[in-house]
């Protein structure tokens, strides 16, 4: 290996293309919880000029939001949490380990990397992002133990690429929550919008494919094609296990290290997922969440383990946490004051039904600048392109995934959900901006025309 130089050398043509603008987006782009503190007073002052609300009601109106979405905030922030935890359990981290020997080239492994976080972000956006950043680690230890240079910075960008694709999936927050009974999404449709509508229709299962094939061929374009390994010496995937703490002194000891409790509860959960489905139950927030959980407790070694893991993986959604009450804040200013209305009524009036998607789409990636939160977005956004969609007599499920698609898309240049996968990594979202700038449009492309086609 060797010593860390910079990322921007030996770089390929469409990376140094971009520099530019990653350059003007690292400089503007604050914290994501400075862009929801922003984006409260945008939308208080808004309602001030566009509606018939003053000051106070305004302040009222934000007040009683910020509690308006506390069982979906939990929601949220458990996909979260428990994928983190899943991603470094034993049996995961040693599949990862056995899938970092595949690739025998660095073109190989940029692919590969993508490709594993794809799945995983389709099973679970938390367990795709850490999972991405683990196996770029350890695909950089293994193939610079056998010899073989890669570019890591170009690595750990293929491994957050795989993001790009997780709100078509199992965990996908604005389709799960329409789908959820009682949920806000619900009931403003009047009934739960199905997952057959959604995620697992033809045209969205199609693009996921697509999608995933196009930014494989992007990153082989921008991949560096002199590699060197930017992986400092002292640095090893190992040391990112978590230590576990199983020293057995006493008999309450022996029941924290043993298996069993954990393995029965494990064992509980999965048999009130058959129940659940068996009894035509449908897929929900809860039920992802559940399913998660049941494959930890099966997969921890002891109650002692799942603690460590648990103390870890809370320092990852503390941040999180903190901001879906603003979200839930700015959506009680936009529902109380009639602002929401507003909007719609604009967005309807330069809207048809051919162009709707590719409008919601484009706004949604915007937007996802000022809310970069899937759950959080779709709070705020949802309620304004649904009334929309109904004004101009467009499917809602159309409405959901053009917000689900404009979420995932503009992550890719994004700083905010990068943060696990680069505190994996070591690096910073400067170091992988030039690659990940291509897949953002590598995918916009196949996102836009998905919309456009099944809007005629």
């Not at 010593?3 to 003007?24: C, Q």
């Not at 690739?103 to 995983?120: D, E, H, I, S, W």
């Not at 082989?220 to 090893?236: G, H, I, N, Q, S």
């Not at 489905?277 to 959980?293: C, P």
Request: include cysteine; glycine fraction near 8%; charged fraction near 10%.
């Amino acid at each position: 290996m060797t010593t860390p130089t910079s990322s921007r050398s030996n770089g390929a043509v469409l990376g140094a293309v971009m520099r530019p603008l990653n350059s003007l987006v690292e400089k503007l782009i604050p914290s994501a919880l400075v862009f929801a503190i922003a984006l409260t007073f945008i939308v208080a002052i808004l309602a001030l000029i566009f509606t018939d609300a003053g000051p106070v009601q305004v302040v009222e109106e934000w007040g009683i939001g910020l509690a308006g979405l506390l069982a979906f905030i939990t929601q949220m922030a458990l996909i979260l949490f428990l994928g983190y935890i899943l991603a470094n359990t034993g049996p995961v981290r040693r599949l990862l380990r056995a899938l970092a020997k595949v690739p025998q080239t660095a073109l190989q492994a940029y692919l590969f990397v993508f490709l594993v976080a794809a799945a995983a972000s389709l099973i679970t956006w938390g367990l795709g992002l850490v999972v991405g950043g683990l196996l770029a680690r350890e695909v950089a230890h293994v193939l610079g133990s056998r010899g073989v240079t890669v570019h890591f910075p170009m690595l750990v960008a293929s491994g957050f690429s795989g993001f790009v694709v997780w709100h078509m999936g199992y965990s996908a927050s604005g389709p799960l929550t329409a789908a959820t009974p009682d949920s806000f999404v619900a009931e403003q449709l009047g009934a739960p919008l199905p997952i057959g509508e959604t995620i697992f229709s033809g045209w969205n299962m199609i693009a996921c494919l697509v999608t995933i094939l196009v930014v494989a061929g992007a990153l082989c374009l921008v991949a560096p094609r002199r590699e060197e390994t930017l992986v400092p010496l002292t640095v090893d995937a190992r040391e990112a296990d978590v230590p576990v703490e199983d020293e057995v002194v006493t008999p309450a000891d022996r029941v924290d290290a043993s298996r069993i409790p954990t393995l029965l509860l494990g064992l509980m959960l999965v048999a009130y997922l058959v129940i659940h489905f068996s009894g035509g139950g449908n897929l929900t927030l809860d039920i992802v969440n559940w399913s998660f959980l049941a494959l930890i407790m099966l997969l921890v070694r002891s109650p002692f383990e799942l603690i460590a893991l648990t103390k870890q993986a809370a320092s990852n959604v503390g941040e999180i946490l903190l901001q879906f009450p603003l979200y839930a804040g700015i959506l009680g200013i936009m529902a109380g004051t009639g602002l929401m209305t507003v909007i719609s009524e604009a967005f309807v009036a330069i809207s048809t039904e051919h162009t709707f998607a590719l409008l919601a789409f484009l706004s949604a990636g915007l937007v996802n600048f000022f809310v970069p939160s899937g759950g959080g977005q779709i709070a705020v956004q949802a309620p304004i392109l649904l009334e929309a969609a109904e004004s101009l007599g467009t499917d809602p499920a159309v409405a959901i995934m053009a917000v689900a698609y404009g979420d995932q898309w503009t992550n890719m240049i994004q700083p905010f959900w990068a943060l696990p996968l680069l505190a994996i990594a070591g690096l910073k979202m400067r170091d992988i901006l030039s690659y990940t700038s291509v897949v953002l449009i590598a995918s916009g492309l196949v996102f836009g025309a998905t919309l456009v086609l099944i809007s005629l």
